[in-house]
């Protein structure tokens, strides 16, 4: 029997497909979705304004305010060391 996936699934795969930069075979294997299942769904879908619906998440996060210049500097330093250390690492 065919799986069944909600209509909230098959439209938020279809806003990730077009608007994520991830070419379709791709994200048909990050979601486990069939690839010709996907491109059903692009085609079923593609005339929907998907941004019309809510999303708060978003909105959320676009309130909060950012980090501090000063700790992104010092959050991208420690990972230019992580990088340098782990770089010298033979496997």
Avoid: N
């Avoid at 005339?47 to 000063?70: A, I, N």
Wanted: proline content about 3%.
């Amino acid at each position: 029997m065919a799986k069944r996936y909600t209509d909230e699934f098959c439209r938020v795969a279809v806003w990730i497909a077009t608007t994520s930069g991830l070419t379709q075979p791709q994200l048909s294997l990050d979601v486990a979705v069939g690839l010709s299942t996907l491109k059903k769904w692009v085609q079923q879908h593609q005339d929907d304004d998907l941004m019309s619906r809510s999303h708060e998440g978003v909105e959320k996060e676009s309130r909060r305010p950012c980090k501090e210049p000063r700790l992104l500097a010092e959050e991208q330093e420690v990972l230019k060391k992580l990088i340098i250390f782990f770089a010298g690492q033979s496997l």
